[in-house]
């Protein structure tokens, strides 16, 4: 591919992503789906760049869509909401993730014919929602604050739950004894060391911004802190993604936690350098969902393997509906919004990155999960983006009903 057609093929991503951002103000038609199909043309139908290349890419453009879009979600929480919303959002993650794993699981062992320990890989791979999906999805919806941070949250909680379960179902086929409560010891482990590494440095920063706030390029470092956090916490056993959402989240509340620090108003995070990470997370954003199309990968069209895909696409729903209305009926005040939390369950990036990590420890059976994967991927975010387009105008039509109702 030409220098010349790559530069026009950027900039022609870039001016859909934004465009996109205006269509979905109007129509309710997220440019998520776009934006994938606009991947898998250039990717698999065009071979302008093979799905195959790509993949040894995915870990480190993987990890660095979670760790900005993260960030970026962090900022805009609002610190008194998290605390409220946090129980909400963490018996939904706990409820929906281990329902779904074990649902593909059993599925897969029983019409595939997986050992249970593949099985269960695969159900976790599956079992996350995107936060680097779900995050600057609803964000743009017309939705309460409360569900958008109970949804940011549950998605960044499942990514993580995901890539722990992963890591130790690995640990669990190499031990000569196995562990039980291995799982559980990671898990406490890496959000703890996440958690203490985030907002530690998050404190400090603040403090940091406070003399080179008015430096030329002063903007700029943040970005760099955000990386050395996030490399920092996954080198001492955290989870990165984690430190990196809340590392956000105190940068982002710096109004609450600035008394504390002793920092006058006129001296907090300015809006220029608020505006600039907005602006980058856009473009990594943008690309992110190009790069979801561009590993696509469909060998086998045989029917069992779409039957297949079928019925854990149709699973993943049914454990999603079932948890959201077992939580509304506890959470009364969440049932006037339970569609729109039952409907958010779409796959992304950090589904494809773990579909990858049996592969390279060598499971034999494993060398399909990236196909079973990328379909699961594209047909989630696809009856998301109808769903999120159904709910929003449901929504926009009630709220016109009402204002001429009082008109």
């Known amino acids: 591919m030409g220098i010349i057609f790559t530069f026009f093929i950027i900039g022609l991503i870039i001016f859909i992503g934004f465009l996109g951002g205006l269509v979905f103000e109007k129509t309710k038609i997220s440019e998520i789906l776009v934006l994938i199909f606009i991947g898998i043309i250039l990717g698999p139908v065009l071979k302008l760049l093979s799905p195959e290349k790509l993949s040894q890419f ?137 958690a203490v590494i985030g907002i530690l440095t998050g404190f400090l920063w603040l403090k940091i911004l406070k003399t080179v706030k008015d430096k030329p390029f002063s903007y700029m470092i943040t970005i760099a802190a955000v990386l050395c956090v996030y490399a920092i916490t996954e080198f001492l056993g955290g989870n990165g993604p984690v430190s990196s959402l809340v590392f956000g989240l105190v940068l982002g509340n710096e109004e609450k936690i600035a008394p504390f620090f002793k920092i006058k108003k006129s001296e907090l995070l300015g809006e220029k350098i608020k505006w600039f990470h907005s602006e980058f997370a856009f473009f990594i954003r943008t ?97 998301v983006t109808v769903g999120v387009f159904v709910i929003e105008r449901r929504t926009y039509d009630k709220r016109k009903g009402r204002e001429v109702k009082n008109d």
């Open 58 to 194: 995915t870990e480190i453009f993987g990890a660095l869509a979670l760790m900005v879009i993260l960030f970026e979600g962090g900022m805009e929480l609002d610190l008194e909401k998290v605390f409220k919303t946090f129980s909400f959002a963490a018996l939904l993650v706990s409820i929906t993730f281990i329902g779904t794993t074990v649902a593909i699981a059993l599925f897969t062992h029983l019409f595939w014919g997986y050992p249970f320990l593949e099985a269960f890989m695969l159900g976790a791979v599956l079992g996350c929602t995107s936060g680097a999906i779900v995050i600057p999805l609803v964000s743009k919806m017309n939705i309460s604050q409360e569900t958008k941070t109970i949804l940011s949250l549950e998605s960044v909680l499942s990514d993580v739950l995901a890539i722990v379960i992963m890591i130790s179902l690995m640990k669990l086929a190499s031990a000569k004894e196995p562990n039980m409560f291995l799982g559980f010891k990671d898990l406490a482990s890496a959000f703890s060391v996440a």
């Open 287 to 383: 690309f992110f969902f190009v790069y979801i199309g561009m590993i696509f990968s469909l060998k086998d069209l045989s029917s069992d393997f779409f039957v297949g895909i079928a019925a854990i696409i149709l699973l993943i729903f049914l454990v999603r509906y079932i948890s959201t209305y077992s939580m509304v009926s506890v959470y009364k005040e969440k049932k006037e919004e339970r569609y729109i939390i039952g409907t958010m369950a779409p796959r992304g990036l950090a589904s494809a990155v773990l579909a990858t990590v049996p592969i390279a420890s060598g499971f034999a059976l494993a060398g399909r999960f990236i196909e079973y994967t990328s379909m699961v991927i594209i047909a989630t975010n696809i009856i």
